[in-house]
C-alpha cells in the first residue's frame, strides 16, 4: 500500500508535549510522537511540524497583561517547545530544520519559504516556531498559513479527542463525531475544531484537514498511509 500524502503540515499543541503533567516538555511522549514522525519520513514523505506553545504560556489567560506582550511570550514558548521536538527527532536520526517567524539566528534559520520546501524536498523534517509572527493570530492559523505557503497536500491537526463531534464528548456522552465535515460547518455550527481565523485561511485556500487522537502517535502514520482515521474537514 503507497502512501497517501506526499507532504504533509503536522500540528502539534504544546499541550501534546507535555503528556499527563499538563505542563512543561515530556521527554518520553514527545520521543513517542517523533518515533512515528520518522516512521513518515522513512516512508517517503514530506513533513513539516508547526509547535504550539501552551504547556508554557496561555496568553489569552495572562490577566492584565498587554495582549501583544503576552502573545510574544507565546511565540517565545513555541521556540523551545521547536528545539526540544528537532533534538528527539535528530536523536532518532532525522535530518531537521527549526524555521523561527521571529528572528532568532543564534539557534534557528529564519522562516524562509523557499528554503523551508527546499529542505522537505530533500527530506528534511521542517518545524516552524514563533507561529505567524504577529500577535493575534493563533499557531492554528500560523498552522493553516504555513500549510498553505508550503503545498502541503493536507494540513494534519493533532488533538486529545479521535476526531470533531457536534458537542465535549468528554462532557457529553451521546456526542455524535463526524466523519468528514466542510469549513462552512464548522464555521456556521463554531464546532471549536479551531478558531475561526484558521478555518477561514483552510476554506479560502482549499486547504484539506485531518483532526485526530494523538494519544496513539501512530495515528499520523495511519492516516498517511490513507486509513480511516480522525475527521477529514474540506469545502466539499
Known amino acids: 500500500m503507497g502512501v497517501k500524502y506526499k507532504r ?10 507535555a503528556g499527563d503533567k499538563k505542563q512543561g516538555l515530556d521527554h518520553d511522549v514527545i520521543t513517542e510522537i517523533c518515533k512515528s514522525i520518522k516512521k513518515v519520513t522513512d516512508a ?19 490577566g492584565t497583561m498587554d495582549r501583544t506582550r503576552a502573545d510574544h511570550i ?22 531537521v530544520r527549526v524555521q ?31 507561529g505567524t509572527g504577529n500577535p493575534f493570530f493563533s499557531t492554528d492559523t500560523a498552522a493553516s498559513l504555513r500549510a498553505a505557503e508550503i503545498q502541503a497536500d493536507i494540513y494534519f491537526k493533532a488533538t486529545m479527542v479521535d476526531g470533531v463531534y457536534d458537542k ?32 477561514t485561511m483552510c476554506r479560502d485556500n482549499n486547504m484539506k484537514m485531518l483532526v485526530f487522537d494523538l494519544s496513539r502517535p501512530d495515528n499520523i502514520y495511519d492516516a498517511v498511509m490513507g486509513e480511516n482515521v480522525g475527521t477529514v474537514v474540506s469545502n466539499d
Open 100 to 130: 523561527t517567524a521571529i528572528s532568532m539566528q543564534q539557534v534557528a534559520e529564519p522562516y524562509i519559504r523557499n528554503r523551508a520546501v527546499r529542505h522537505l524536498e530533500k527530506g528534511r523534517v521542517v518545524i516552524f516556531g514563533c
Open 44 to 62: 517517503g514523505v514530506q513533513v513539516a511540524v508547526v509547535v504550539g506553545g501552551g504547556n508554557f504560556w496561555r496568553g489569552r489567560s495572562s
Open 168 to 199: 465535549d464528548p468528554h462532557v457529553y456522552p451521546d456526542a455524535k463525531k463526524y466523519d468528514t465535515l466542510t469549513f462552512a460547518q464548522v464555521l456556521s455550527e463554531n464546532l471549536g475544531v479551531m478558531d475561526s481565523t484558521a478555518a
Open 74 to 95: 507565546g511565540m517565545l514558548a513555541t521556540a523551545m517547545n521547536a528545539l526540544a521536538v528537532a533534538d528527539v527527532l535528530e536523536s532518532l536520526g532525522c535530518d
Open 8 to 17: 504533509i503540515l503536522l500540528k502539534l499543541s504544546g499541550e501534546a508535549l
